[in-house]
């Protein structure tokens, strides 16, 4: 009975991990447009660039007119990018202001308001 308790509770304290984590992730949910991007002391203006922060760890990024399907993983205000497996960039979201280093190039990126 004891070893019963005892995985009840553990489980009960992983399930109110996983809850707390879950609060933290869907005020990041939503779309990003990019409204920088600088790389080698050469800025630009973002040009429809943009990322979309879903559910389950699921993105997706539209760089060049091209969409794709990506994963992401936030931890604390550390997020990074995984496209087919591989890492294509890292960098930081506050206050729905995303730095992403990508691929060598420093994207801004804005969260969109429900107004937008």
Do not use: P
């Not at 489980?11 to 920088?36: E, P, R, V, W």
């Not at 087919?84 to 995303?98: A, H, P």
């Amino acid at each position: 009975m004891k070893r019963l308790s005892a995985l009840f509770l553990a489980l009960l304290m992983a399930l109110s991990l996983c809850a707390c984590g879950g609060s933290q992730d869907s005020a990041a949910l939503g779309k990003y447009h990019c409204t920088s991007i600088s790389m080698n002391d050469i800025n630009i203006e973002g040009s429809g660039e943009w990322l979309e922060l879903k559910e389950d760890g699921k993105a997706s990024l539209c760089t060049s007119g091209e969409t794709r399907s990506a994963e992401y993983t936030l931890e604390e205000s550390t997020l990074t990018i995984t496209i087919d497996g591989q890492q294509v960039g890292v960098g930081t979201l506050d206050n729905g202001v995303l730095t992403l280093d990508i691929l060598g190039a420093t994207c801004v990126f804005e969260q969109e308001t429900a107004a937008e």
